[in-house]
């Protein structure tokens, strides 16, 4: 009986999710993945003067605090850099999406990153 119930709240849960909300979830995965080319401009809406543009394979910072705006892109196999942007009154910024990205609207992402699961450990021992 509880198998039974639990296989129906899944389906409806399954079924509240729409193929759009799926694609977008997906690609914001694969986006803090690095697999997705982004364009983040940020602007001043008083003078309309772009100050800063950056560009290639970023994620966006998930924690970040109010008014400010974190943003990691990856530039080599194993190389990353970050930026730390602030917010204010009259700077915005817009994130585009410059390349398209195949993702299957029919099923979830989930990643899992083993270095968070278990920590690098540096093991030091006397001689």
């Not at 709240?9 to 979830?25: P, Y």
């Not at 772009?50 to 400010?68: K, Q, V």
């Amino acid at each position: 009986m509880k198998l039974v119930f639990v296989l129906l709240m899944s389906v409806l849960l399954l079924s509240a999710c729409s193929e759009a909300d799926t694609v977008s979830k997906n690609i914001s995965k694969s986006a803090d993945s690095f697999e997705v080319q982004r364009r983040i401009v940020f602007f001043n809406g008083i003078t309309d003067k772009y100050l800063l543009t950056i560009e290639g394979l970023c994620s966006l910072g998930n924690d970040d605090d109010p008014r400010e705006l974190s943003v990691t892109c990856k530039v080599g196999p194993k190389s990353y850099k970050k930026h730390f942007l602030g917010l204010s009154d009259n700077v915005s910024y817009l994130v585009e999406q410059t390349d398209a990205v195949n993702v299957d609207p029919f099923h979830y992402r989930i990643v899992f990153r083993p270095e968070t699961i278990v920590p690098d450990i540096d093991l030091q021992t006397s001689k």
